[in-house]
């Protein structure tokens, strides 16, 4: 089931979705892998690649647009031979629930740790978490990750059961996931968000996907 009945009214009406099997990182994409994107392709460095506070080799990258994001799976999937790409918010939203289905977050009702209301001055390293059920680290908190649709506030009404992948134009792109810089800082697993795909914000990153018809063997940590 994708979306919540009781939830926003962007995430209404729930709907039963069929997902195709797909791969997804077990984290979001980290400054050491971004940095090999930027030092091979010569690609633009994210906004605070200088700031030490977001600058450790095994934060997630943040800063990043959704332009840059897709410019590292087409830079990954050339050379690995696979087809990377960024997830599709049916495919996060799976992912998140990691296999669970009725309860609000990841590991279930209980939003945890003072209600998601904590101290947080930056994103943690990845894989500091607690995973979820699919093996998963940091689906409902640290950053934002950014998806492939176009975002839709009134979607789910005509959404196909089938492998959605979001409307065919709009403005803004979809993301998912909790921020570290939120004061409520834990996103349920169908609560969705969205943004400008050009903006590069200090708490937006992303993961990648990839179909399993593509798979190949993926580095440690993949």
């Known amino acids: 089931m994708m979306g919540d009945s009781a939830g926003r ?12 099997t797909f791969s997804i990182a077990i ?4 400054n050491a892998e971004f940095a090999a994107f930027v ?30 994001a897709v410019a ?4 990954l999937s050339a050379g690995t031979g696979g087809r990377f790409r960024l ?12 296999g669970v289905e009725g309860v609000r977050f990841p590991w279930g009702d209980d939003p945890g740790e003072a209600g998601g209301s904590f101290v947080q001055d930056a994103p943690h390293p990845v894989g500091r978490s607690t995973p979820n059920g699919y093996g998963l680290f940091d689906m409902a908190r640290n950053i934002h990750e950014w998806c492939s649709d176009w975002y839709d506030p009134n979607y789910y009404a005509i959404s196909p059961g089938r492998d959605p992948r979001g409307p065919q134009t709009g403005t803004r792109r979809c993301s998912r996931g909790g921020a570290w810089r ?3 800082k834990i ?18 990153g992303f993961r990648v996907a990839l179909d399993v018809t593509d798979a190949v ?4 940590g993949r």
């Open 182 to 184: 939120h004061q409520i």
């Open 87 to 98: 997830p599709t918010e049916a495919e996060r939203e799976k992912a998140a629930r990691g």
């Open 187 to 204: 996103s349920r697993s169908a609560a969705r968000s969205s943004l400008s795909p050009s903006f590069r914000y200090n708490d937006y």
């Open 27 to 30: 984290h979001a994409v980290t």
């Open 9 to 20: 009214s962007d995430e209404r009406p729930a709907h039963g979705v069929y997902v195709s």
């Open 217 to 220: 063997d993926q580095p440690e």
């Open 39 to 68: 030092d091979a392709a010569g690609h633009e460095p994210p906004r605070f690649w200088a700031d030490h506070r977001f600058s450790a080799a095994d934060q997630p990258v943040v800063g990043v647009s959704w332009f840059d």
């Open 72 to 75: 590292y799976c087409d830079w």
